[in-house]
């Protein structure tokens, strides 16, 4: 018997074998640990802290250290839920890209649209991933709302708090000519190290990589390997994204110019303004929770339970003549050490 393309199951093993898309914050700083059975995320929670052993008198034996700095916590899935509508209006008239004089079944037609509105629907829940980790990253809180049938929810916000601490503003900024950017840098690297997290990037707003380009006192100090007679060749990588080279330290540095359309539907800068991150690759983790659908009607229906990522469904509405593709993901953002990196406000 032949695989029902429309099938639950045909559209996983599909969405399976492609790449998802790539979001810069999110690939950088976060490390995607798949799907998990249970309904709550239960990881392990610390900040710095750095215990010196006790000085004992000899033949007394030892000391008891007590084991500070973490505890167990749990913390429940956000559920992403796009879906787009196909209606018979959609399967007469001509899709994107197909010939002007195409020969296209409605059959055909809907098969075509159902492979663009997942790969649509997929790219939509990456970016939001990829808010979920900003939101993390310049805050150290998720801070999340719910739609409903009737759109946006606005009594409820779910707030989970990391209780994030390791802000930083220079004595000087970075834009003036008394700004002392070396030494502010091994500053925040030393709240990184006190943190116990490590650092191997450094991810700045564009106004802040042009002030410190700028800075004749730091270029001095900056590592050479970017540098060509003078001339400092930064490489741009996409996405607003762009190389700057290495600092003292032998950091890899990066200016990052990436827009973002928030809930309210303003265009937004996703690192604002003056700001700079400092820290270590994949220091957040994204856990999935399990996806719960039914995916049938009348007597037949009841709950089926995935162990995945992303999980689509394709249903019809009788009524309106209309089939539905809905693509499903319950993923959270946690930090593997809540002081493990340093925002700054540099300007």
């Given amino acids: ?39 709550e995320a239960i990881y392990d929670f610390k900040k710095g802290a750095r215990q010196m052993a006790p000085i004992v008198h000899p033949g007394t034996g030892g000391v008891v250290m007590g084991r500070t700095g973490f505890e167990t916590r749990q913390i429940g899935f956000c559920t992403i839920a796009p879906e787009r509508i196909i209606d018979n209006k959609d399967l007469k008239g001509r899709t994107f890209g197909e010939q002007v004089m195409g020969a296209m079944t409605p059959e055909q037609r809907e098969r075509k649209m159902l492979a663009q509105d997942l790969m649509e629907m997929r790219a939509a829940i ?6 979920m980790a900003r939101q ?38 970075w834009n003036t000519a008394s700004a002392t950017i070396e030494s502010d840098m091994q500053e925040m690297y030393d709240l990184v190290y006190d943190g116990l997290g490590i650092v191997d990037i450094i991810v700045m707003a564009p106004d802040v990589a042009a002030a410190m380009l700028g800075n004749s006192d730091y270029v001095k ?95 019809g509405d009788i009524n309106a003549s209309a089939v539905k593709n809905r693509l499903t993901s319950c993923p959270t953002i946690i930090p593997f050490n809540a002081d493990a990196w340093v925002v700054a406000d540099v300007l």
């Fill in 1 to 39: 018997m032949p695989l029902d393309i429309y099938s639950t199951r045909a559209q996983l093993a599909a969405i399976e074998l492609l790449p998802r898309e790539y979001t810069f914050l999110y690939d950088v700083f976060v490390k995607n640990m798949g799907a998990v059975e249970d309904d």
């Fill in 126 to 131: 990456q970016r939001r991933r990829e808010h």
């Fill in 136 to 173: 993390m990253l310049l805050t150290g809180k998720l801070e999340v709302f719910r739609y409903t049938n009737e759109g946006r929810d606005k009594q409820t916000t779910l707030v989970a708090d990391f209780g994030f601490t390791n802000n930083f503003t220079p004595d000087n900024a």
């Fill in 221 to 315: 100090q900056f590592d050479s390997r970017n540098i060509n007679m003078g001339e400092i060749n930064t490489r741009y990588r996409g996405q607003g994204v762009r190389f700057l080279g290495w600092n003292s330290d032998g950091v890899e540095m990066y200016s990052f110019a990436g827009r973002f359309t928030d809930d309210d539907g303003q265009v937004k800068p996703i690192l604002p303004s003056g700001k700079l991150l400092m820290g270590g690759r994949e220091m957040l983790k994204c856990p999935h929770g399990p996806v719960t659908q039914v995916e049938e009607t009348g007597k037949n229906a009841s709950h089926l339970t995935y162990i995945k990522e992303e999980v689509p469904l394709r249903y």
